[in-house]
């Protein structure tokens, strides 16, 4: 059985400056997301449609619901959290 074991991030704060890399992280994610599914020959639809390859979401990120912009923000800042909880530093140059 699979038991998922990520990185330890408790005592990760993030400062300003990350919180705001992370907010742009996050709109890459989606956008890298939305071009996968365009190029799989997704489109807008009202609603998600597998079967016809239709989604809401394929819109530009601050057009997403926050339901969603909070997906990519949990991916963008757990990875942050993660780069810095292995020992790595994140500067801006």
């Known amino acids: 059985m699979y038991c998922p074991q990520p990185i330890d991030t408790t005592s990760v704060e ?3 400056e990350l ?8 709109e890459n994610v989606h956008d890298v997301w939305a071009l996968g599914r365009i190029r799989e020959g997704w489109t807008y ?5 597998d079967a016809l390859r239709q989604t809401p979401c394929l819109v530009p990120y601050d057009e997403l ?14 990875t942050i959290k993660a780069i810095l909880a292995l020992g790595f530093r ?3 140059e």
């Not at 639809?45 to 449609?49: I, K, Q, V, W, Y």
Request: charged residues 45%.
């Open 90 to 92: 994140i500067e801006k």
């Open 14 to 16: 993030l400062s300003e």
């Open 19 to 26: 919180k705001q890399l992370g907010e742009l992280l996050a």
């Open 65 to 78: 619901p926050e339901s969603e912009k909070d997906f990519d923000r949990n991916t963008a800042m757990n």
């Open 45 to 49: 639809g009202e609603r998600r449609d």
